[in-house]
């Protein structure tokens, strides 16, 4: 068993920042990347960030140069700091990781931390 637990969302001004962190914990053996996605109602979700085991990183367009995201391996966390933060960043932000465990390589996903952009 896998487990995936975010922290640090919460309601921020426009050009405001916020910094999330996420926790893979459990039966893990090696992850091959770990990332950040975002839902708002009635929307597909989407890939927002992504670093993989060698540190390379994507990011979507909309977000490129705001928004960073970093990993550190020894502790299987991952943070996503969002700087000039915009309304339309408003969503549930998931983690992900993509990691081998005792049912072989699969996706694991946290419950979701909610970020609101308004003034």
């Known amino acids: 068993q896998v487990q995936v637990l975010e922290s640090g969302g919460g309601l921020v001004q426009p050009g405001g920042s916020l910094r999330l962190s996420c926790a893979a914990s459990?039966?893990?053996?090696?992850?091959?990347?770990m990332g950040w996605h975002r839902q708002v109602p009635g929307k597909q979700r989407e890939l927002v960030a992504v670093?993989?085991?060698?540190?390379?990183?994507r990011y979507v367009d909309s977000v490129k140069g705001r928004f960073t995201i970093s990993r550190d391996a020894a502790k299987n966390t991952v943070t996503l700091q969002m700087n000039s933060l915009k309304p339309e960043d408003t969503a549930v932000y998931y983690c992900?990781?993509?990691?081998?465990?005792?049912?072989?390589?699969?996706?694991?996903w946290g419950r979701g931390t909610q970020v609101t952009v308004s003034s």
């Open positions: 992900n990781v993509n990691a081998y465990s005792d049912i072989g390589l699969a996706t694991f």
């Open positions: 459990g039966r893990i053996s090696s992850i091959n990347s």
């Open positions: 670093i993989a085991t060698g540190g390379s990183t």
